[in-house]
């Protein structure tokens, strides 16, 4: 026997975690009690992957921003029933980006995302980059899944998406599953993998001394070159990573990542830093971000996003499995325009995501995008009222979902289907 013909092996399992010291949550997770392992693809290789369900209700393994073939692709009619297994080879075809994978069961996600389903899904290919980004796992580079939960007063996780139809927002935050987290860092720069994984909430981040931190990368590539930010929001799913420079800090002060109300995410335990050693390297592109002509492209799809609570819909009709919405030639690019309908009373944001595909943002109501958006995406953040354009392509055929990342919206109808032929 030649042993086994998988590279990973990735389990829907029930699980108890102990949140607080001495009290045992009931907790879904991949492999283990919460949350999933970090996989790893080269770009331009791929992995075999088993997936398996033991849980006693459907799931599916949904591979977020990964351009696959919808068949493999985890969208709610892709379920895996309790007690079944499959082996799918997924590829990255696509430049390194940090991705992630949940399930995506129509009006279960939610729940299953919020009681632990979630883990990372990193593209790298450090091994050919002249890019001196800090790349060793754990040590440098480290992902940061962003949650809030809610708890009940038995400290269970308390989840009712008819109380929470505008997505659940918790009490409670955690990094990495981590109430109270606290990060030992010992090398001067630093590689955070960033993923707002709650399944509502926005997260802007901030460094609690007023620093700049530098962002390099958006959901699905490096950007075209690196941006000083003082502040980054995250809508739900939408990814970043930064790089944070520790070596000017001096012993006695303390460095955490907060958010925009000066609540402490995640405090830094800094350990002998080698102050000499740490420089962050930048880079640019030759090429623009878009050309002139992608610029110019007409408009040939318009997707309108209107709704809150369980009244959300895509183009005034909600999701049925059996209807497709929209059809678009694979490999040929088109604009679609986003347009956030707001109602009488102002509206929400909605993070719009495309399955199977890593697009670009061409323009916010007209306006050219920052820098800090000239990297490929795969969930924008659209705000009431507003307009964003988009240069979307399809690498594969199928039928795909597209869906606000609110996931109680998504759970509600708030998806549609488009079929790559
Ligand atoms: Cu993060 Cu339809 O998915
Ligand atoms: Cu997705
Ligand atoms: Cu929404």
């Known amino acids: 026997q030649k042993g086994k013909n998988y590279d990973y092996e990735v389990t829907a399992q029930e699980g108890i975690t102990e949140f607080f010291e001495g009290i045992s949550t009931e907790t879904y997770g991949y492999n283990g009690d919460l949350l999933g392992p970090t996989l790893k693809i080269e770009e331009g290789e791929s992995v075999n992957v088993k997936i398996t369900n033991d849980l006693n209700e459907p799931t599916t393994f949904h591979w977020h921003g990964l351009e696959v073939a919808s068949k493999i692709d985890g969208g709610p009619s892709d379920e895996i029933q309790p007690g079944e297994s499959r082996i799918i080879t997924l590829e990255a075809d696509q430049p390194a980006a940090?991705?992630?994978?949940?399930?995506?069961?129509?009006?279960?996600?939610?729940?299953?995302?919020?009681?632990?389903?979630?883990?990372?899904?990193?593209?790298?290919?450090?091994?050919?980059s002249d890019l001196e980004i800090p790349n060793e796992y754990g040590v440098n580079d480290i992902p940061l899944i962003f949650q809030d939960r809610l708890f009940d007063e038995d400290k269970q996780l308390d989840y009712d998406n008819l109380m929470n139809v505008d997505g659940t927002l918790g009490d409670?935050?955690?990094?990495?599953?981590?109430?109270?987290?606290?990060?030992?860092?010992?090398?001067?720069?630093?590689?955070?993998?960033?993923?707002?994984?709650?399944?509502?909430?926005?997260?802007?981040?901030?460094?609690?001394?007023?620093?700049?931190?530098?962002?390099?990368?958006?959901?699905?590539?490096?950007?075209?070159?690196?941006?000083?930010?003082?502040?980054?929001?995250?809508?739900?799913?939408?990814?970043?990573?930064?790089?944070?420079d520790f070596s000017k800090l001096t012993e006695e002060e303390s460095l955490s990542i907060i958010n925009e109300e000066g609540v402490v995410l995640l405090p830094f335990d800094v350990k002998d830093t080698d102050s000499t050693a740490g420089s962050i390297k930048t880079w640019t592109t030759d090429e623009p971000f878009l050309?002139?002509?992608?610029?110019?492209?007409?408009?040939?799809?318009?997707?309108?996003?209107?709704?809150?609570?369980?009244?959300?819909?895509?183009?005034?009709?909600?999701?049925?499995?059996?209807?497709?919405?929209?059809?678009?030639?694979?490999?040929?690019?088109?604009?679609?325009?986003?347009?956030?309908k707001p109602d009488m009373m102002g509206g929400m944001v909605h993070p719009f995501h495309i399955h199977g595909t890593q697009f670009k943002v061409i323009s916010r109501d007209g306006e050219e995008v920052e820098e800090s958006e000239q990297g490929?995406?795969?969930?924008?953040?659209?705000?009431?009222?507003?307009?964003?354009?988009?240069?979307?392509?399809?690498?594969?055929?199928?039928?795909?979902?597209?869906?606000?990342h609110i996931l109680e919206h998504e759970d509600n109808g708030m998806m549609g289907q488009i079929e790559v032929y």
């Not at 409670?172 to 590689?191: A, F, Y």
């Not at 995406?377 to 869906?403: C, I, M, N, Q, W």
């Open 98 to 128: 940090t991705l992630w994978y949940h399930p995506h069961v129509h009006e279960m996600t939610a729940e299953q995302v919020f009681r632990g389903l979630s883990g990372m899904l990193i593209i790298d290919n450090s091994i050919n």
């Open 291 to 340: 050309t002139d002509e992608e610029k110019e492209m007409p408009v040939t799809k318009n997707i309108e996003l209107f709704g809150m609570m369980d009244m959300v819909s895509i183009n005034g009709k909600k999701f049925d499995a059996d209807r497709i919405d929209l059809r678009q030639e694979q490999g040929v690019t088109e604009v679609w325009e986003i347009y956030n």
């Open 376 to 404: 490929f995406k795969d969930s924008v953040a659209v705000e009431p009222g507003e307009r964003v354009k988009l240069l979307v392509t399809f690498p594969e055929k199928g039928v795909y979902v597209f869906h606000c």
């Open 172 to 244: 409670v935050s955690m990094v990495n599953g981590t109430i109270n987290p606290k990060m030992t860092v010992t090398e001067p720069i630093m590689r955070f993998r960033l993923l707002n994984g709650s399944n509502a909430r926005n997260y802007t981040f901030r460094l609690s001394n007023g620093d700049n931190f530098t962002q390099i990368a958006s959901d699905g590539s490096l950007l075209d070159e690196p941006v000083d930010r003082k502040e980054l929001t995250l809508a739900a799913s939408e990814r970043a990573e930064i790089l944070i």
